[in-house]
């Protein structure tokens, strides 16, 4: 899990912030490390599970419970299927077993992030009824420029 997804997770870095492959790789590596301390889950709270499809691995989910509100939630950290096995309604399916699962945990929030350029997993959630509840907005300046464009 860790090499792959720290490769995944510094590529949608640098295509969301449009930051160099260095500095994506930092970023990437100091979340794993916070998550992952030593490579290792260090938490009864966090949770990573393959996904499979009739016995055939298709995908990976990394989710944890924060218990940095009143109430305890459910994060996810990571949702992929494998591209050869994407459209065939297996995200919904995942994330309906995580919903499931989370609610047998006695939680009933669950809340995760996805990077604007995603607009495949951005309709997902909306269709599984996730609501946006903030968004963060960049815009690179150049000297000379227009203040309206």
């Given at each position: 899990?860790?090499p792959v997804a720290l490769d995944r997770l510094t590529n949608e870095l640098g295509k969301?912030?449009?930051?160099?492959?260095?500095?994506?790789?930092e970023i990437a590596e100091h979340s794993f490390h916070t998550l992952f301390p030593n490579?290792?889950?260090?938490?009864?709270?966090?949770?990573?599970?393959?996904?499979?499809?009739?016995?055939?691995?298709?995908?990976?989910?990394?989710?944890?419970?924060?218990r940095d509100r009143q109430e305890p939630y459910a994060f996810v950290w990571d949702l992929?299927?494998?591209?050869?096995?994407?459209?065939?309604?297996?995200?919904?399916?995942?994330?309906?077993?995580?919903?499931?699962?989370?609610?047998?945990?006695?939680?009933?929030?669950?809340?995760?992030?996805?990077?604007?350029?995603?607009?495949?997993?951005?309709?997902?959630?909306?269709?599984?009824?996730?609501?946006?509840?903030?968004?963060?907005?960049?815009?690179?300046?150049?000297?000379?420029?227009?203040?309206?464009?």
């Amino acid at each position: 899990y860790f090499p792959v997804a720290l490769d995944r997770l510094t590529n949608e870095l640098g295509k969301a912030r449009g930051t160099s492959s260095k500095e994506s790789r930092e970023i990437a590596e100091h979340s794993f490390h916070t998550l992952f301390p030593n490579r290792k889950v260090r938490s009864k709270d966090q949770f990573v599970f393959t996904v499979l499809s009739e016995d055939i691995s298709v995908g990976l989910l990394h989710f944890g419970i924060r218990r940095d509100r009143q109430e305890p939630y459910a994060f996810v950290w990571d949702l992929e299927i494998y591209s050869k096995f994407q459209s065939k309604g297996l995200g919904s399916q995942t994330m309906a077993s995580l919903e499931e699962e989370v609610l047998r945990l006695g939680i009933s929030l669950v809340g995760l992030n996805v990077f604007g350029h995603n607009h495949h997993a951005i309709e997902l959630y909306k269709k599984l009824k996730y609501k946006p509840t903030s968004i963060t907005m960049f815009k690179t300046l150049s000297q000379g420029q227009n203040e309206n464009t």
